[in-house]
């Protein structure tokens, strides 16, 4: 046969689609028509079976009868009609289906917490944190549904892509009924918890070895954090999650950032702003940008917190006015002077440059007191205070990174860091309190908005809370304050 002869199988062929519309009140149906040249009805089949492809449309759908692509036209049942939101909702599997939850942990200003189990597939029987976002109300009214807050999709964003044995591992998102889900590994303890039980009712130091190890896993889940060029922004004790097994967990990465990118002012697209106690003082004269010495000042913050067992700089916040203006924090900014003494220009050269330079001349000029205060509150170790004055470093240029902080001299001293923080201690610290009266999740709770139509989902919120739970009611008020 010539190469003329040997025609390809759709050469000569083309498609249309014609519409054939019904009467009035009834849906159009589409039928797709194969072959442009005619066939007489007298023609015959191919002499090839026609493949299983070819017998499936065969039970379902009429034929042509000639030609190499028999014309086929197409039902409802094979283009599906219904709305693709409805069928989207009919093959999702719910919350409900997938976990079995125990009980609600917290809450915070956009949602809550529920602790529990899976019960499909690989997941079951492993412990999760459900965080639920909450539906925006407004005068007892439901407010319309407007979408995913800026927040949750950065923090789901940076979730999925993120994988170190340090930071909270995201296992799942779910939406349902306009409801946003995520679901995280389970953390037994966090860091405030803890603080809390060693300091109520009597001050309990907090094991050397336990300490020392929490500090060094926090900046090794920190250091892949700031190599990947992603700043956490929040870092305080509620959101350092501890496994029952001794890991910590680095979680609530709703006001994180990347930093490669043109920064973001502190204020800019949050209307609820980290902690003032773990702020660093560039931030409180007035800086308009990031850099990761910031996770690094809370570092230091959260060592001294975890040596005293209370806070470092537990300052007064000045709120913001009603023209939305930012607040200089004069009591916050008093409480780093008076251990840390005044900064000057000689030890910070850019200091004068920030927005807020001026106010410093309001303060009395204050010596630096944090050795003192290092040693009256139980420090012995020189490489600690070190380290410690080395995260607290007025110079943002100046201050230690992460990846520096974990070649520390203190941590290569005896006890060295452990995989297990609890390894050794003789404390046994309680499992996190959880509610089964308030599990609205299931519909059974006081705001059953999940389970009602068209409710959405709070797109005013700007910020995650911790999975942090009380032990009793002192801590549950701490706790609350704190995630203000």
């Not at 920030?354 to 290092?374: C, D, G, H, I, V």
Request: hydrophobic share 30%; glycine share 6%; aromatic share 10%.
């Amino acid at each position: 046969m010539s190469s003329s002869q040997r025609a390809k199988p759709y050469q000569s062929q083309t498609s249309s689609v014609q519409a054939v519309a019904g009467s009035q009140g009834q849906s159009a149906t589409a039928v797709a028509v194969g072959q442009s040249h005619s066939h007489s009805a007298a023609s015959q089949p191919p002499s090839q079976p026609p493949s299983s492809r070819h017998q499936y449309h065969q039970q379902n759908y009429p034929y042509g009868t000639g030609g190499s692509k028999p014309t086929r036209v197409a039902s409802n049942d094979f283009f599906t009609i219904g709305p693709y939101r409805k069928r989207k909702d009919q093959s999702r599997v719910s919350v409900v289906d997938r976990y079995e939850i125990l009980g609600y942990i917290a809450a915070g200003t956009y949602g809550k917490v529920y602790k529990a189990r899976g019960k499909l597939g690989s997941s079951t029987d492993n412990l999760y944190a459900i965080k639920k976002f909450k539906t925006e109300t407004k005068d007892n009214e439901v407010a319309h549904y407007t979408g995913i807050s800026q927040s949750a999709v950065r923090e789901m964003s940076l979730c999925k892509e993120l994988n170190h044995k340090n930071i909270s591992k995201l296992s799942g998102i779910i939406l349902e009924r306009k409801c946003i889900y995520m679901v995280f590994e389970f953390a037994e303890h966090d860091l405030l918890q803890i603080i809390h039980y060693h300091s109520h009712p009597e001050p309990k130091p907090i094991p050397q070895l336990t300490l020392k190890s929490a500090v060094y896993q926090i900046l090794q889940g920190l250091s892949f954090l700031h190599q990947n060029w992603i700043l956490h922004r929040d870092l305080k004790p509620a959101n350092i999650m501890v496994t029952s097994d001794g890991v910590i967990k680095i979680g609530d990465l709703g006001l994180a950032r990347k930093f490669n990118n043109p920064l973001q002012g502190l204020y800019a697209g949050d209307k609820v702003v980290v902690t003032i106690w773990y702020r660093a003082p560039e931030l409180l004269l007035g800086a308009r940008h990031y850099t990761p010495a910031i996770d690094m000042w809370a570092v230091g913050c959260i060592l001294a917190e975890l040596l005293s067992l209370r806070p470092l700089f537990k300052g007064e916040e000045t709120k913001m006015d009603n023209k939305k203006q930012v607040p200089f924090q004069e009591n916050q900014l008093l409480k780093i002077l008076e251990i840390l003494g005044t900064p000057t220009l000689e030890k910070w050269p850019s200091l004068n440059s920030y927005p807020e330079y001026p106010q410093l001349s309001r303060f009395t000029l204050f010596p630096s007191n944090l050795k003192a205060w290092y040693h009256t509150n139980g420090g012995t170790n020189k490489n600690c205070l070190k380290l410690l004055s080395q995260l607290l470093e007025y110079d943002p240029s100046k201050r230690i990174n992460a990846l520096d902080s974990l070649k520390h001299p203190w941590f290569y001293e005896n006890p060295k860091p452990v995989a297990n923080i609890f390894e050794g201690s003789k404390f046994s610290y309680p499992q996190r309190k959880i509610q089964k009266e308030d599990i609205d999740i299931l519909g059974t709770g006081k705001g059953i908005y999940s389970h009602r139509p068209n409710y959405g989902v709070n797109n005013a919120t700007k910020r995650g809370y911790p999975l942090a739970a009380s032990n009793d009611d002192s801590f549950a008020d701490m706790s609350r304050k704190r995630m203000r």
